[in-house]
């Protein structure tokens, strides 16, 4: 096994966000169901990762019951899980030593957010040395508002605000800052295809 699939923070957090309104992708649990079943059939280790806030009294603070992952995905026996408090999922966990211990090089991930944690876990594993696949239409994300906005702006204000950078454009732009640098950007059905090539 030297392939393994990460799944960064696909879980009901974000569904408990007043911003899940503006999420690039609402079906994003379909598009990573899709990638764990294709890498179980491979027999590529699948790694959960959860984001996690104790003590924030907010939607990642785990006492409220949202940091768990999508209903429409399940977790099964023997795939870890390892949930992290940085936008990372290396520096505060142990995925590094568990990828080691599985002898695995190459990753996909996916997940949400696309240009934070998920871009973020991506960077730093090419930087690790890791072959590193990014699948864009596997990941999700939100307009970011401009750096001026008031931070208790409310979704309407985010949407109205012509300095927001709309989610879309997000994802753009983190295609182009990943590609050739720190990763290969691939999407889902050009995985699957490729998986029935090989088999």
């Known amino acids: 096994m030297t392939r393994a699939l990460i799944v960064i923070d696909v879980q009901e957090s974000f569904r408990a966000h007043p911003l899940w309104a503006t999420i690039s992708d609402p079906k994003i649990a379909d598009q990573v169901d899709r990638l764990v079943r294709l890498a179980r059939r491979a027999g590529d280790l699948v790694v959960w990762v959860l984001h996690s806030e104790p003590g924030s009294g907010d939607v990642f603070d785990p006492a409220l019951g949202h940091v768990r992952l999508m209903a429409e995905l399940e977790r099964a026996e023997g795939e870890p899980l390892i949930h992290k408090t940085s936008h990372n999922a290396f520096t505060t966990t142990n995925l590094q030593q568990l990828l080691t211990a599985h002898g695995v090089r190459e990753l996909v ?7 934070q944690c998920v871009e973020t876990t991506t ?27 008031p ?5 309407a204000e985010l949407l109205a605000d012509p300095r927001t950078l709309p989610a879309h454009e997000v994802v753009r732009r983190t295609e182009y800052a990943l590609a050739g640098r720190f990763a290969t950007i691939a999407t889902v059905d050009r995985l699957e295809a490729a998986a029935g090539h090989q088999a």
Do not use: K, M, W
């Open 151 to 155: 931070a208790d702006q409310s979704v």
């Open 123 to 149: 960077r730093v594993a090419g930087d690790l040395g890791y072959q590193v696949t990014f699948v864009t239409d596997a990941t999700a994300t939100n307009p970011i508002p401009h750096r001026d906005a």
């Open 109 to 115: 991930v996916c997940g949400i957010r696309t240009e």
